[in-house]
């Protein structure tokens, strides 16, 4: 039966191009996944955007001399080209500075104060001295109060996963000029956490089938919730919908209350995009409704404990009751997907200290495939996982060239060479048919990891199929059968179906080459739909003049499922799937890659 499922993808933040550790976490998953879900049938919405608003972007603005719209607009169609390029298969990829995004954060805001979730108090805010802005927590250092981690943040430590205040810090300097900041009287808005106490526990009780790693972090953090601010002194973001804070120059939401709320607003733009204003009900109100969040295990407490707590306030389910708001009852996640970090050389990928890889590099120099691969077979799904130039080659030369490229290759070649098409099987053998059940089997078995984002066990299978196949053409040796054609066109058949059921299986994870093997192997149309940029307008409905990431995904033909091969169809010897790359790569990479060290 088919199902609606939600895919929210982690908002990439506006102040610069994204590297591959960003894409490992939020991007490649959540692609693998919504591809998946809609060959099985599914009516998935994969839904994010550029999060463009805080004090972080005006303090990169001020760094390139340039105003803070100015800035997300061009970073915005950076990473936009980005995720375009990667093949990321948004149905509504916007941005956080839209009219409608505004909307539906002061919308969704007042159903939490209605609901008495929110109150204002006096509290100490950071402030530069030099400029007299309001510093970012994330932009204020200091050793952790309850760890002792020296380069703890002040929204939260990133060694013992507690969330701090930056006035709590031993300390603390400014990660802009090295300041020591001071820390003056303001009024914000307090959303009040401890609220949700026993009902964030209670929900958290029904989700045993999250990755523990996700599970447990966040039922530490539920066992120890503060009131949040949700308000800042800066000009730049959302204005709060409240008598004597709408018109205040220097009041705004914090950027982390609103960027979650993305989720929900991209849906509503996305139905509102398509004519049936109401659409985004389907995943948001319906009880059967699944909701998967993929992002980095830095973003889990927003995402685990911070975003279900809005989402039960605004349904009037905290600890204190309420009514539901006006987007009526709105389903809390179905499961948080987090990735670990992607790493060089042991450390964080930081554009700061040059330990940096960029998508668009990466993309110009090798493709998407390759990527994408890199990131499914040997990512950090589990565990942070260390990028290396070498092991990046050998995956690229000795998985995807040597094994899946080869397989295609030296298969559609001997069929088009010696029949010109697909050949028809006679009196399959044992072998034979034990490969073809091989391949059947395997769409209940990777599916079933797909389903529940094992990405890695379940390339692992498909690629299982793709050695199979290539030991069993080796031990057939079909160029040897010329004297016998109807055994050599039965092991060309056999090949060549396993070979579009590798292609099926493959697809989620590598979709730019399954279109080009669908047409190796004489299919025509589309395969695997890409998304496209275009431009929303600036209409009343939708506010500020923006492109978007979109795609019609309807059409694309990839089912998941083994269909027959139709023989007689036409077949031209291919050229090669991937190209393999200079062992030399391994030792440092390419020239304008940073350079590794360690081990």
Sequence with gaps: MSIPVLTAVAWPYANGPRHIGHVSGFGVPSDVFSRYQRMVGNRVLMVSGTDEHGTPIQ??????????????????????????????????????????????????????????????????????????????????????????????????????GNQLDPADLINPRSRINGETPQFVETEHLLFDLPAFSKSLASWLDTRTHWRPNVLNFSRRLAEDLKPRAISRDLDWGVRIPLDGWHDAPMKRFYVWFDAVIGYLSASVEWAQRTGAPDAWKEWWCDPEAQAYYFMGKDNIT???????????????????????????????????????????????????????????DFLREFGPDALRYFISVAGPENQDTDFTWDEFVRRT???????????????????????????????????????????????????????????????????????????????????????????????????????????TLLTPFLPHAAQKVHEALGGSGVWAEQPHREDAGTSGELGTSHSVLTGDYAHEQARWESTPIPVGRPLARPTPLFAKLDPSLGETGPSWAPIQTGE
């Design 302 to 360: 927003f995402h685990s404990v911070m975003w279900p707590a809005i989402l039960l306030g605004h349904n009037g389910e905290g600890d204190r009751g309420g009514e539901v708001g006006s987007f009526g009852r709105l389903n809390l996640p179905t499961e948080v997907v987090s990735s670990e970090f992607l790493t060089m050389s042991g450390s964080k990928f930081s554009t700061s200290r040059g330990t940096v890889i960029y998508v668009g």
């Design 59 to 160: 303090v990169q603005a001020d760094a390139e001399g340039t105003t803070p719209r100015e800035l997300v607009d061009r970073y915005s169609r950076v990473i936009q080209d980005d995720l375009v390029g990667l093949g990321l298969s948004y149905d509504l990829f916007t941005r956080t500075s839209t009219d409608n995004h505004h909307r539906v954060t002061q919308d969704l805001f007042t159903a939490l104060w209605n609901n008495g979730y929110v109150s204002t108090e006096k509290t100490l805010g950071a402030i530069s001295p030099s400029t007299g802005r309001t510093l970012p927590d994330r932009y204020i250092e200091g050793t952790c109060p309850i760890c002792g981690y020296p380069s703890a943040r002040g929204d939260q430590c990133d060694n013992c």
């Design 397 to 503: 030369n000795f998985e995807l060239a040597n094994e899946w490229g080869n397989l295609v290759n030296r298969s559609v070649s001997m069929a088009a060479k010696n029949v010109g098409a697909v050949p028809e099987p006679t009196a399959p053998d044992p072998a034979d048919e034990a490969l073809l059940a091989q391949s059947r089997a395997a769409f209940e078995t990777v599916g079933a990891h797909l389903a529940r984002s094992r990405f890695k066990q379940a390339i692992g299978e498909a690629m299982r199929v793709v050695g199979e196949a290539n030991a069993y053409l080796s031990h057939q040796e079909p160029w040897k059968r010329k004297d016998d054609p109807a055994r050599r066109d039965t092991i060309l058949h056999t090949a060549l179906q396993v070979v579009q059921d590798a292609n």
